[in-house]
């Protein structure tokens, strides 16, 4: 923590350097001492300190101890002061000897203050509004990429006086929200995530133009092939659009994987994940957008949205899948605005004491309700088909039942959202009854199935009419194997239409949507790569 601040104020030169070499003397190991030469300058610092997060020891800083040093005849300004202006001592000068006129009052004003103080958030922070989209995708890909930071509702000026204060503090730069602030002083408003990206240290560019291996997204499958590559020696690059972790990354829990009887959350998944791949030199690009691939004789190119192109000996397709949208009126100026895809869980905090309502039956949906069950009054879930059997794991529809503050209402789909700049309402169909009713809402999250982002992949990769990516027998037809290929074998279990470019997860035609298949898949998928490495080279 930085040290807290003494600012001494005074308009006379010699007593400003008088003080502080005084103060200096007796405080600089455990405070900062700085000066300013005029009141309007002194305002001036705090505000900077302010927007720094930085602790003032003396209605910016409410908890600060304020001293007034003054003249003999200037004791009923003063007193007024005391009176106006809530200075907690005054002090004559001249203060000679310190150690008798000064440092003790200081010493007592000092220890009061240390006593009730709590040190601020060191961290980064940001400011934005609940309702806003921005704010929302900034908090978002700040907690998918596992940095910390501190969350500040500038509505919450209104009754917070900690909030007021920084936001007055910052003036008319707290009016262009979302506004990031840094523990160095920098500041950025209305940041693009590639900006934001750069300045938190994230990896966005390669490091060289060749790869024995490259793998376009950063799943659990994609991260497990990362892993296993590089841990057996093959120089490795991972590309992930959005954050590590992929879809299962904003899980905020699993249950049923192997090795973590007491669960564990796709957000840590994700964290060991990437440290473990590190840990074993994968160098990790992300946010980084894979748009197009081309191969020429053994090399496989990839260009990346940068415009950079780096090309490998292996290239491995595990982009995942991406929430499918609801289309339904109204909905696509509410998402980010109490509309969400996916699990949300930067937002359960804010859902406290509010009802939650949540679309989809699978687990993905049975698992964000367990998740905001903690937070919400009530969670409903909105369910098309009869029951939860049909799609859900039966240890997830136990918890389910014996929740009490989660209702499912089965046969039923939203058909309309309502709100202008926020969610406020929905509109629900129940299929049984054919009845339509309008309920009041501020929070929806939607699970409806995934659909493969595959289009950048243009003709050279062969996909069913989903869009999910065909390998190994898929691509026979009548025995025959597919056009343009070009080895004396079959296409290998995994492999696509052109030798050398694999493909696993949830992208992968026919595949099981689970994480533990993901993962089994990226670690077998090496052992496929190194059989094809070792007849082309």
């Known amino acids: 923590m930085p040290k807290p601040v003494l600012l001494t104020v005074d308009d006379d030169p010699e007593v400003l350097r008088a003080i502080e070499r005084d103060l200096r003397s007796?405080?600089?190991d455990r405070y900062r001492i700085m000066r300013a030469n005029s009141g309007s300058a002194g305002l001036n610092t705090l505000r900077e300190l302010k927007a720094r997060n930085n602790p003032v020891a003396m209605e910016m800083h409410p908890l600060a101890k304020r001293a007034l040093l003054t003249a003999y005849a200037d004791t009923?300004?003063?007193?007024?002061?005391?009176?106006?202006?809530?200075?907690?001592?005054?002090?004559?000068?001249?203060?000679?000897?310190?150690?008798?006129?000064?440092?003790?009052?200081?010493?007592?004003l000092l220890h009061d203050w240390t006593a009730s103080f709590r040190p601020p958030y060191e961290g980064i922070r940001v400011l934005g509004t609940r309702w806003s989209t921005r704010s929302y995708e900034l908090r978002d890909f700040l907690a998918r990429n596992q940095v910390p930071?501190?969350?500040?509702?500038?509505?919450?000026?209104q009754t917070d006086p900690?909030?007021?204060?920084?936001?007055?503090?910052?003036?008319?730069?707290?009016?262009?929200?979302?506004?990031?602030?840094?523990?160095?002083?920098?500041?950025?408003?209305?940041?693009?995530?590639?900006?934001?990206a750069d300045k938190i240290g994230l990896r966005t560019h390669t490091q060289t133009s060749f790869y024995d291996l490259a793998i376009v997204g950063g799943g659990p499958a994609g991260l497990a092939a990362a892993v296993y590559g590089a841990s057996e020696g093959l120089h490795t690059v991972m590309i992930e659009r959005e954050?590590?972790?992929?879809?299962?990354?904003?899980?905020?829990?699993?249950?049923?994987?192997?090795?973590?009887?007491?669960?564990?959350s796709g957000n840590d998944l994700a964290r060991r994940a990437v440290a473990q791949a590190r840990r074993f030199g994968v160098e990790i690009l992300a946010p980084q957008e894979a748009v197009s691939i081309r191969v020429e004789g053994p090399y496989r190119y990839l260009k990346l949205a940068d415009g950079f192109e780096i090309s490998c000996h292996a290239l491995l397709l595990a982009m995942g899948v991406q929430w499918r949208t609801l289309d339904v009126p109204g909905i696509e100026r509410l998402q980010g605005a109490g509309v969400y895809y996916g699990g949300g869980t930067t937002e359960a905090m804010a859902c406290k004491g509010e009802i939650v309502h949540i679309i989809?039956?699978?687990?993905?949906?049975?698992?964000?309700?367990?998740?905001?069950?903690?937070?919400?009054?009530?969670?409903?879930?909105?369910?098309?088909?009869?029951?939860?059997?049909?799609?859900?794991?039966?240890?997830?529809?136990?918890?389910?039942?014996?929740t009490p503050n989660i209702e499912v209402h089965t046969r039923?789909?939203?058909?309309?959202?309502?709100?202008?700049?926020?969610?406020?309402?929905l509109t629900i169909l129940c299929s049984t009854t054919g009845v339509k009713e309008q309920v009041p809402a501020s929070s929806l999250y939607i699970f409806i199935g995934a659909q493969p982002r595959t289009q950048w992949l243009g003709g050279l990769i062969e996909r069913d009419e989903r869009g999910f990516i065909l390998s190994?027998?898929?691509?026979?037809?009548?025995?025959?194997?597919?056009?343009?290929?070009?080895?004396?074998?079959?296409?290998?279990?995994?492999?696509?239409?052109?030798?050398?470019?694999?493909?696993?997860?949830?992208?992968?035609?026919?595949?099981?949507?689970r994480v533990a298949s993901g993962v089994g898949e990226g670690a077998v998928v090496v052992q496929f790569m190194h059989q094809y490495l070792a007849k082309v080279q």
């Not at 106006?84 to 010493?107: G, S, T, V």
């Not at 309700?369 to 240890?395: C, N, P, Q, W």
């Open 76 to 108: 009923n300004a003063a007193i007024d002061a005391i009176n106006e202006a809530r200075i907690h001592y005054y002090l004559m000068k001249p203060w000679d000897p310190p150690e008798e006129k000064l440092f003790p009052a200081l010493d007592d």
């Open 243 to 264: 954050a590590p972790g992929g879809q299962a990354g904003l899980s905020s829990r699993i249950e049923n994987y192997l090795g973590f009887p007491a669960g564990l």
């Open 149 to 157: 930071y501190q969350w500040i509702d500038v509505e919450l000026a």
């Open 360 to 402: 989809g039956g699978a687990n993905s949906a049975g698992q964000a309700a367990m998740h905001f069950s903690k937070f919400a009054d009530k969670v409903i879930m909105l369910v098309r088909g009869e029951s939860l059997a049909a799609t859900m794991s039966h240890y997830l529809i136990e918890q389910i039942e014996k």
């Open 162 to 196: 900690e909030v007021r204060g920084l936001v007055n503090s910052l003036g008319p730069e707290a009016e262009t929200l979302p506004l990031i602030l840094f523990p160095d002083g920098a500041r950025l408003a209305e940041p693009p995530l590639p900006a934001v």
């Open 412 to 425: 039923s789909s939203v058909v309309e959202v309502h709100g202008d700049t926020r969610l406020t309402g």
């Open 26 to 28: 007796r405080y600089a």
């Open 472 to 513: 190994g027998p898929d691509l026979l037809r009548d025995g025959k194997r597919p056009p343009g290929w070009t080895l004396d074998r079959d296409p290998g279990l995994l492999e696509t239409n052109v030798p050398g470019i694999f493909v696993v997860g949830d992208v992968r035609h026919g595949s099981v949507k």
